[in-house]
Each structure stands twice: as structure tokens, then as C-alpha cells.
């Protein structure tokens, strides 16, 4: 489904990634892990099309994507790409149901069919009680939830998750990695977890190691 190939990424003299090769199948839950400095996040943005590579080959479906002007790169990007990150990310002037919309009303959907799709998700997370809440008026796993439905709306292929419990205490970390498991299940998404977290590495399909920007291993 998603193929790197030969992937380098310099920032000024420094040279974060030096030749990523790697492979990840529709379906798979993968996460990515390695110390800090180690590339992870660079790699996160070039998967998910917010960074490009120096080199190398970007391909979805086999669709080297990296070639893409900005425009039809970021119609690409909010079709087929949901993100997850650590600090949730929602607008904090916007209500929960609101929040969730934002990548529907982007793509072009009616806001009544925005709202209906977002009321959709947020019910499907347990969360129809909380829509019309602001972040402000969230528990820490309600926002999370609330992000990753934001990164359902549109019904992505692929999820990319940079340490997305990283904010979460214990219980709440639990639910949120046993929710991604049940949403690969039931809705089929690919998800891309980069984190420090080696119990939930552990529980992924397969664990990619990063070390000084290359994959040192990709353990099943």
C-alpha cells in the first residue's frame, strides 16, 4: 500500500534520514521506535505528505505522490491521510462536534453533511454527549478521542500517530490503544504510530526501529 523508497532528509548539514526503504501493507497496525533524534518524526511527516524527501519516492497504491504539486498534494493528504497527535491538536474556540468537522468542510462537504458525518463518529467513539462541549470542558481522553475522530471523518485509508498517548495517564492510554485495534477491525484503516511506548510497540503487527535515520529493523 505505502512505499518508501530510498528516502533522505537533510536539515541544513544535518542529515536526519540516510536512505529509508520501507514497506507498509493495507491493514497494519505498525509502530515506529527509536531514540530520540533518531528520525521518527521527520519519517511521520514524509509518510504523511507534510514534509517531502531531498530523494527517494513516496508511493500510495503505487503513485509516487512526492511529485504531486502543493495543491493536489493537500487534497491527496485530507482524503486519504488522518493524523493523531500527541497534544490533540483542537481548536479551542470550537466546540467537540465542530473540531471533528473541520477535515469534512475542507474537502468540500455541505456543512449539514459535515455535521452529519462528524455526529457520526463522535457517536461511534461514545462521545454524542460531549459534541457540543469545548476542549477546555474535556478530560484528557475525551480530547484524544475527539482527535481521532477528527482524523476519521473523511474516512482516510492510512492514520498517522505521533505519540498519540504520550499526554495520557495510564487508563486512558490503555483505551486509546485498544481503540486503534478496533477501529483497524471494524473500519479497516492502516495505522502509523510513532512512540516511545514499548508496551504498545509490543502489541503492534510489526515494530520499525529507527537508529541515527535508518530502520535498523522491522520485527513481526
Sequence with gaps: MIQLKDIHKS??????LKGIDLTINKGEVVSIVGPSGAGKTTLLQILGTLDRPDSGRVLFDGIDVAQYKEKQLSAFRNQHIGFVFQFHQLLPEFTAVENVMMPALISGASMSDARSRAMEMLDYLHLTDRATHKPSELSGGEKQRVAVARALVNRPQVILADEPSGSLDTQNKEELHQL?????RELGQTFIIVTHDEQLALTTDRTIRLRD???????I
Design 180 to 184: 486503534f485495534f478496533d477501529l483497524r
Design 213 to 219: 535515520g535508518r530502520v535498523v529493523s522491522s520485527e
Design 11 to 16: 536539515f541544513g548539514t544535518l542529515e536526519v
